[in-house]
């Protein structure tokens, strides 16, 4: 089988480096990292992801929720949200987004390995059923 492709959305560039590590180390390829919102839809588009793991405040004009809505729209892509905003106002636009899953930092290496599966499959599931229709 082969490996799941994570796009890495994080404006901290230490974090996004450990992130990515943690990812090569369960297995996954990391074909890019993003550190604004803008350059995440960007490189959506050029990575082919099978999954985006999304920070909500992000530097630029375009926030972590906004480029999600943006991945999610143009190219149908799960996002999961990886974040230390777990207040109320953030959680709920974040949910209008109807995210793969929402992950609050720090975070234990098996959580996020647990819930990149989950959305895995549930986004071959939902692929699956729509082309049998």
Known sequence: MKKAKILVVEDQNIVALNIRNKLKNLGYAVPATAATGEEAVRKAELTDADLVLMDIMLKGDM??????????SQFGIPILYLTAYTDEETLGRA???????????????????????????????EKEEKEAE
């Open 95 to 125: 949910k209008m987004t109807e995210p793969a899953g929402y992950i609050s930092k720090p975070f234990k290496e098996e959580d996020l390995h647990s819930n990149i599966e989950m959305a895995l499959h549930k986004h071959r599931l």
């Open 63 to 72: 926030d972590g929720i906004s480029a999600a809505q943006e991945i999610k």
